[in-house]
């Protein structure tokens, strides 16, 4: 008798619930449920899934006879995904695959759909509205071997919720504008409503240079000057110099928190766009390295620095060269 292996299948219905933007209310047809990509040729979906972790999955598509296999690119944290399309019954399927390195240091998968073309469609109240591809499920299956163990593990260090109490940090809205010199990209980031600790800022401005795998970073808050740091190529990031122990830390949470800005600027920012996808997601993957390696600035520091919770968690963030 074959030994027959389970492995554990994850499958969301579109019908239910989801947490991302670009897609219309759920619909159901000929027993089917499913949702309109649109309006914008850009979609967001973000499920819970294991850090560190390789596997498969299937997007599945209604379809409705003769319409031919929609063109859709798959990303997942910035990777973009071979896909390979086929047709079961009136669905089609694309299947899809990963590596453990889309995943590493993620706490979730933020899968992005791109649909190249959009059509214009009557809806019940509605009038004409943007539409790209029904997806009904997304079906993931992790490989066998599981998820790799973490390394410097921050939440084994110290939990969230003392670092929220003690190091709190608050990247605000964000604004993105994005621009290129030669084989180098740029990202000006402008977060309005900021909070380093206690000190509140109405805004703050984020210029990033990207070049091959190397990033610098200048950020500027109005009336002092701006503060420089620099992440190699290996992922080792310097830390402006003149920061005290504790304002050091909340820098490297501010830097940690850009990918949760820049999700939210997507969500808002793709609803009629039809972006770059590749530039969206070459700073979707370099913000993700730079949270890495801020995280693992803070934990190094929390493990062999000086204490950062001798400080009254009210003293004001000391911006060097203000007032």
């Known amino acids: 008798m074959d030994v027959v292996t389970w492995r554990r299948r994850f499958v969301h219905d579109m019908l239910f619930s989801i947490e991302g933007s670009g897609w ?15 309006p914008g040729h850009f979609s967001v979906l973000r499920v ?3 850090e560190d972790t390789a596997g498969r999955g299937e997007a599945h598509l209604a379809l409705v006879d ?5 063109e859709v690119a798959i990303f997942l944290n910035g990777h973009r995904l071979a896909v390979t399309p086929r047709r079961l019954g009136a669905m089609a399927v694309l299947d899809f695959a990963w590596d453990a390195a889309a995943m590493a240091g993620e706490g979730r998968a933020e899968f992005w759909f791109h649909a190249a073309t959009l059509q214009h469609l009557p809806a019940p109240m509605q009038g004409m509205r943007g539409v790209g591809f029904r997806l ?20 084994l260090i110290a939990g969230r919720r003392v670092l929220d109490d003690r190091l709190p940090v608050t990247p605000g809205r964000a604004r993105m504008a994005f621009l290129s010199d030669g084989a180098a990209r740029m990202l000006d980031m402008r977060l309005e409503a900021a909070r380093l600790g206690p000190t509140a800022k109405p805004h703050l401005a984020c210029a990033l240079r990207a070049e ?4 610098d970073l200048a950020l500027a808050a109005p009336g002092v000057p701006a503060l420089r740091a620099e992440m190699s190529e290996a992922g080792d990031l310097r830390l402006p110099d003149g920061l005290t122990p504790r304002d050091g830390l909340l820098f490297a949470r501010l830097l940690a928190a850009l990918p949760g800005a820049y999700a939210a600027w997507l969500d808002e920012a793709m609803v009629r766009a039809a972006p770059d996808a590749a530039l969206l997601a070459a700073w979707r993957r370099s913000l993700a390295r730079l949270a890495m390696a801020a995280q693992g600035s803070l934990a190094a520091a ?9 400080v009254d968690p009210a003293t004001p963030f000391a911006w060097p060269g203000g007032d």
Do not use: K, Q, T
Not at 136 to 155: C, I, N, T, W, Y
Not at 302 to 310: E, K, N, Q, Y
């Open 66 to 70: 003769p319409e031919p296999i929609p």
């Open 48 to 50: 819970p899934l294991a």
């Open 212 to 215: 091959a795998e190397a990033l």
């Open 302 to 310: 929390l493990a062999d620095g000086p204490d950062p919770f001798a």
């Open 136 to 155: 009904s499920s997304l079906v993931l299956e992790l490989r066998p071997d599981g998820p790799a163990p973490a390394a410097e593990a921050l939440a």
């Open 24 to 38: 219309h209310p759920p619909e159901l047809r000929d027993a089917v449920g499913y949702r309109w990509s649109g």
